[in-house]
Nanobody, 121 residues
Framework: QVQLVESGGGLVQPGGSLRLSCAAS????????MGWYRQAPGKQRELLAV???????NYADSVKGRFTISRDNAKNTVYLQMNSLKPEDTAVYYC???????????????WGQGTQVTVSS
């Protein structure tokens, strides 16, 4: 069993910051890429940022320069530092990990339960 547990969401004023965390636990042999997505009401889930096991990152244009993804491989944890938040950033944020539960594979995608981020004055 593999679990991804997110934390750090909440209510923040426009221009503020939040840091999301997502810890993977359970039967994990190795983790490949980890990423953050979000889904606003009535919209499709959107990929925000991805980080490889080697630390290479990619960002959606909508968050580039404001959000920073990082990971701690020793803790199987991925973070999303969100600065200069806007009301349009309001959504449920999900983490994703592509990982091997055992050395025989195959790698699969796992999702966290989601954490609400609300940006409002």
């Amino acid at each position: 069993q593999v679990q991804l547990v997110e934390s750090g969401g909440g209510l923040v004023q426009p221009g503020g910051s939040l840091r999301l965390s997502c810890a993977a636990s359970g039967s994990i042999f190795s983790i490949n890429a980890m990423g953050w997505y979000r889904q606003a009401p009535g919209k499709q889930r959107e990929l925000l940022a991805v980080i490889t096991s080697g630390g290479t990152t990619n960002y959606a244009d909508s968050v580039k320069g404001r959000f920073t993804i990082s990971r701690d491989n020793a803790k199987n944890t991925v973070y999303l530092q969100m600065n200069s938040l806007k009301p349009e950033d309001t959504a449920v944020y999900y983490c994703n990990a592509n990982l091997l539960a055992n050395m025989r594979g195959p790698a699969r995608n796992y999702w966290g339960q989601g954490t609400q981020v609300t940006v409002s004055s």
